[in-house]
């Protein structure tokens, strides 16, 4: 079946503009993260989503950087005012249930550019 | 607060040889450990995990991993590589603390090259 999918796979941001990055979790998954990975870094845990409740955003750097989840399930990661530190890739990743037990299966990237 | 380290930035290896990619925890409580593979740009993908029971674990593609609680180790093997297991090794660790049990700490990754 379908995966995980984002969009755009690429953006190129000039600084100080907003970016919207969208992620397509697998249907039916309850649990919807967002992970930052900076080059040649590990991701990092930005916030996780159960339905359309944002239950952690400990990770996410800034009050530049927002997340929702609306209808429980497409999520979009928004950043305002880009800062070249944001250059990054971004993955979005889902899974059935929100508990380490459970797989949760990653998208391709976002690749965030700033200049 | 967990951590992860692997400790090899890059593993070169010729095909057909055995390899091991090295990872070192560190949690005040019990973890899920995980072992994830990222090909070029691809997501990750699961290679397997421990969560309980016995601690050598068998994943996908011939990989295998051995839960070591003593030495905090979950360290990654596979007994004859080929060329089209070049990828990225990300271990990860998740805290087996209910509420935040979801929340994945990766490791910085380890570069696999195999060498014809």
């Known amino acids: 079946g379908a995966g995980v999918s984002q969009s755009p796979r690429y953006k190129v941001a000039k600084r100080g503009q907003d970016v919207a990055l969208r992620c397509d979790p697998i249907?039916?998954?309850?649990?919807l993260f967002w992970y930052q990975q900076a080059l040649g870094q590990g991701p990092e845990f930005l916030t996780y989503?159960?339905?359309?409740?944002?239950?952690?955003k400990s990770g996410l750097p800034s009050d530049r950087f927002f997340a929702e989840r609306p209808e429980g399930s497409v999520s979009t990661l928004k950043i305002q005012r880009t800062q070249q530190e944001d250059s990054a890739v971004y993955l979005c990743a889902s899974s059935l249930a929100g508990t380490g037990a459970y797989e949760q299966y990653f998208g391709p990237g976002t690749r965030l550019t700033v200049t | 607060a967990q951590s992860v380290t692997q400790l090899d930035s890059q593993v070169p290896v010729f095909e057909e040889a055995p390899v091991e990619l090295r990872c070192n925890y560190s949690s005040s409580v019990s973890v899920y450990l995980f072992w994830y593979v990222q090909y070029p740009n691809q997501g990750l993908q699961l290679l397997l995990k421990y969560l309980s029971g016995s601690t050598l674990v068998k994943g996908i593609n011939g990989f295998e991993a051995e839960f070591n609680k003593s030495q905090t180790s979950f360290h990654l093997r596979k007994p004859s590589v080929h060329i089209s297991d070049t990828a990225e090794y990300f271990c990860?660790?998740?805290?087996?603390?209910?509420?935040?049990?979801?929340?994945?700490?990766f490791g910085k990754g380890t570069l696999l090259t195999v060498n014809p």
């Open positions: 990860a660790v998740s805290e087996r603390v209910l509420g935040s049990n979801y929340k994945l700490t």
């Open positions: 989503f159960q339905n359309e409740a944002q239950l952690d």
């Open positions: 249907s039916g998954h309850v649990s």
